[in-house]
């Protein structure tokens, strides 16, 4: 082993802005942080969205600790924004980070009576901690659902995690599956990119709201009312949405049966329109029933029709891919997410934090900039290791 329990650093795992954020705010109570990322350079998920893709959250609302997002990145990060200022801000707080370093497996130990944590790691490394840190990510493992006869379908599946940009599908017909923000992004990517057909499968009708109105952006509304009673949300957002979004039930895309903060709760975040509105009104988007099966050349949808696209991309989301790696701590509900979140710790787990697992309404950027603090000061309390 590389390390003794009592000098040990603070592993952070992910170099992502969850992880930076906490090793910086370890970093500023006096607490050694380590950043160990798989890839070789920080913000790696980032690098790989695709090239539309611009932030819902305003830059001020989407710093983290001890760094402004610098004015010049405009009001809306674009994806390469979002990588640059990641790497200014690991320069900028000057983090110890370690890449091509992938932890496979957290298992507790105790040394000289103190508990703490080994990390188990590429290279055959045994690294010891007081602490562990896991970022890893909110989309970490692409999800394809096993539809049936998908394997057997000779045209062109991929995830939306391997989507770039329109161009090698100018002149394709394009089926979209999946309708939150990637979705939605994706499918007015295409429209506006020259495919010669986009469609866009809907299992559930999304509550849609526009980005900004008036100047206001919708993620301040999400911060104020994310603390009042659910009811009153619903019927607020209710009234909100009739106001400022046209009704496109006529054109396959009915307003939502239950209110938009129930569906927050359930794990359901509004899109946010920045296109798909006027693209299914012009009909450059056309929304149908969800995927049922692959059968024959074609795509069956739950309303018995059949449709035959070039191409399938699948915005079906993530899964955190926490199972290897501390799936047996009993530290993950029955979706593999973390009980815990954030400064809390299980009693089985103490000294054993996630960060970045949520999505909440008032902006992701926004909850991992304050889980940091809360985060460091946890750790610089139960490990003693601040200065």
């Not at 329109?273 to 074609?298: I, Q, T």
Request: hydrophobic content about 40%; overall charge positive; aromatic content about 6%.
């Amino acid at each position: 082993m590389t390390d003794n329990t009592l000098t040990s650093p603070v592993y952070v795992i992910g170099g992502g802005p969850g992880g930076l954020a906490t090793a910086a705010a370890l970093g500023r109570l006096g607490v050694r942080a380590v950043v160990l990322e798989k890839s070789d350079a920080v913000g790696a998920s980032w690098r790989r969205h695709y090239d539309r893709l611009e932030l819902h959250t305003t830059r001020r609302l989407s710093a983290l600790p001890g760094l402004p997002v610098p004015r010049r990145y405009g009001r809306w990060l674009g994806r390469d924004d979002v990588v640059r200022y990641l790497e200014e801000y690991a320069e900028h707080h000057r983090l110890e980070t370690v890449t091509g370093v992938e932890v496979s497996r957290v298992e507790p130990v105790e040394r000289a009576g103190v508990p703490g944590w080994l990390l188990r790691a590429t290279g055959g490394r045994e690294l010891l901690a007081r602490a562990v840190v896991v970022a890893t990510g909110y989309n970490h493992t692409p999800y394809v659902p096993d539809w049936a006869g998908r394997d057997a379908w000779g045209g062109e599946l991929l995830h939306a995690g391997h989507y770039r940009n329109a161009e090698p599908y100018a002149g394709r017909d394009v089926l979209v599956v999946g309708v939150g923000n990637t979705g939605a992004d994706i499918a007015v990517d295409l429209a506006e990119g020259g495919a010669s057909r986009v469609r866009l499968a809907v299992r559930t009708p999304p509550h849609i709201v526009r980005r900004s109105t008036a100047g206001w952006p919708a993620q301040r509304s999400g911060i104020l009312v994310r603390r009042l009673p659910r009811p009153v949300v619903d019927r607020v957002a209710r009234v909100m949405c009739r106001l400022s979004v046209p009704d496109l039930a006529e054109h396959g895309l009915p307003r939502p049966e239950k209110g938009l903060y129930t569906r927050v709760r359930e794990g359901a975040i509004p899109v946010q329109d920045v296109g798909l509105v006027e693209a299914v009104r012009s009909g450059a988007v056309e929304p149908v029933a969800a995927v049922d099966s692959f059968e024959d050349g074609k795509v069956v949808l739950t309303d018995g029709s059949r449709i035959a696209p070039d191409a399938v991309i699948a915005a079906t989301g993530y899964r955190r891919g926490l199972t290897e790696l501390v799936g047996h701590l009993g530290v993950l509900d029955e979706r593999g997410r973390p009980r815990a979140h954030g400064r809390r710790t299980l009693p089985g787990a103490p000294g054993l934090h996630f960060t970045g697992y949520t999505n909440p309404i008032s902006g992701t950027l926004r909850e991992i900039a304050l889980d940091a603090h809360r985060i460091a000061k946890a750790v610089a309390r139960t490990t003693g290791t601040a200065r």
